[in-house]
């Protein structure tokens, strides 16, 4: 037998059982007349509840359960609450309601506590975004009584090198990643393009190793700025509103912070700042590994990345020459020298 089926026949038997209550309840003494008013009444109660049964049993449950399954996590939360809150109301309400002449005072109650139950439940869902607006400006509150924090966006994290710079205790803050930016990580890992699934999961790796081997203390938040959808802006915004720096390796997403008064922490220029300063006139040994883009150059790179372009170095490719510095370049790229090989004029 079907649930539709089943269902139906419950309902046939309530809907009769309130048929007859009704019919007794009309026909006042027991005669003739009163047991037409009763069998009448059950009969017509009884096919009422067989035909709607479905409609007002079925259908709402599965239009529920629709709604469950597309509603989001801050709508099933907030939901609930609501309903909770409802019935709470409707419970204060049943005592004084209760003290109504009968039948009022048996029938209130329940229909009150349906209809608070329902109230609280519709402005829960409808209202969630206040509600976890105002839930996330108290954890807001919390993360910002710490001493000193700093935010991680995603690029610094899938790089992989913010791990290696926690050791060394040049941040000293706790460093905080929203919850936002996991959840970039996470779609990145998910993504169907090789490529972009590996450096979600670089990312995945980086974040379980920090928190196994950081020195500071590194925490996700559940943090977030409601209708804002760019991570990047999300990210700029609550910084701001807890007056903390990003740290990034993102160029556009420097610029777009500095223009907004954030301040901005990032690797490259870090990477940049602590390299070894070459002066003209110095002399390096450089292994030159491929050609250049001009004619007879030759390219090598120092033990920190940084580009050595050699003049005429194009035949020593594959060994180890002396060279001497003829001129650095600081690019947005980074930082190039340019070289001629010792003894050469």
Avoid: C
């Avoid at 809907?15 to 309840?25: K, Q």
């Avoid at 204060?92 to 229909?111: D, E, I, T």
Wanted: hydrophobic share 50%.
């Amino acid at each position: 037998m079907s649930g539709e089926f089943i269902t139906r026949i419950i309902g046939m038997i309530v809907f009769g059982l309130v048929g007859w209550e009704v019919g007794i309840l009309l026909g006042g003494r027991v005669d003739t007349q009163s047991v037409r008013y009763i069998l009448t009444l059950s009969l017509a109660g009884a096919a009422l509840g067989l035909l709607i049964t479905p409609y007002v049993v079925l259908r709402p449950i599965r239009n529920v359960r629709n709604a469950i399954r597309t509603a989001s996590a801050q709508q099933v939360v907030s939901g609930i609450a609501g309903l909770v809150v409802g019935l709470i109301a409707s419970a204060l309400l049943a005592l004084p309601l209760s003290f109504l002449p009968s039948p009022w005072g048996r029938a209130l109650p329940a229909v009150f506590a349906v209809i608070m139950g329902y109230l609280g439940t519709f402005i829960g869902v409808m209202r969630h975004r206040d509600f976890f607006a105002l839930m996330s400006g108290r954890m807001s509150r919390e993360v910002s009584r710490e001493d000193n924090i700093v935010l991680l966006d995603t690029s610094v994290i899938i790089d992989g090198r913010i791990a290696d710079i926690s050791h060394t205790g040049f941040i000293s803050g706790t460093m905080v990643v929203p919850r936002f930016v996991l959840n970039e990580i996470q779609h990145i890992a998910d993504s169907p393009d090789p490529l972009r699934r590996a450096r979600g999961r670089r990312g995945l790796d980086m974040l379980n190793r920090l928190q196994k081997e950081s020195v500071v203390p590194i925490r996700v938040a559940d943090l977030d700025i409601e209708d804002v959808r760019d991570v990047d802006d999300k990210l700029v915004m609550l910084a701001k509103r807890l007056r903390a720096p990003i740290i990034t390796n993102d160029y556009n997403l420097n610029r777009v912070a500095e223009l907004q008064g954030v301040t901005v922490l990032n690797i490259n220029e870090l990477a940049n700042a602590v390299r070894a300063v070459v002066l003209p006139g110095e002399t390096l040994s450089v292994s030159i590994i491929q050609e250049g883009k001009e004619l007879g150059q030759g390219v090598g790179y120092l033990d920190d990345g940084t580009m050595v372009v050699v003049e005429n170095g194009r035949r020593h490719i594959g060994q180890t020459i002396s060279v001497v510095v003829t001129k650095v370049l600081q690019t947005a790229a980074g930082r190039m020298i340019f070289a001629q090989i010792e003894g050469a004029r």
